[in-house]
């Protein structure tokens, strides 16, 4: 059965980065769109960043222009760069897997796929 592990949080000062990484079984990424997604204490999980298969990108407003997804086939591996970290990107970071056929529009809009590793904390002190 295929996997998603995430790797990579932990605690940062504000201003600092952190690089999240979600691997899984050989060949299952590249046939997938790949996202990160984050959920804060009390809040809903939310959309952060999208690579579909050819590898377009899409951010949500608040880390536009901080944080960069990445994705390596031949390493099964999706990153994200996250850089100039804010305390309201504490949260747990989880990595999901989807294979619809969506634009990129249809993704920030849509429910996400069900498939998801099992997170990792990333916290932000001021």
């Known amino acids: 059965q295929v996997q998603l592990m995430e790797s990579g949080g932990g605690l940062v000062q504000a201003g600092g980065s952190l690089r999240l990484s979600c691997t899984a079984s050989r060949g299952f990424l590249s046939t997938n769109n790949m996202a990160w997604y984050r959920q804060a204490s009390g809040k809903q999980r939310e959309l952060v960043a999208r690579?579909?298969?050819?590898?377009?990108?899409v951010y949500s407003d608040p880390v536009k222009g901080r944080f960069t997804i990445s994705r390596d086939n031949a390493k099964n591996t999706v990153a994200l760069q996250m850089n100039s970290l804010k305390p309201e990107d504490t949260a747990v970071y989880y990595c999901?897997?989807?294979?619809?056929?969506?634009?990129?529009?249809?993704?920030?809009?849509?429910?996400?796929?069900?498939?998801w590793g099992q997170g990792t904390q990333v916290t932000v002190s001021s």
């Open positions: 999901n897997a989807d294979p619809r056929r969506l634009t990129a529009a249809q993704a920030m809009a849509a429910p996400p796929f069900d498939f």
């Open positions: 690579i579909d298969r050819v590898g377009s990108t």
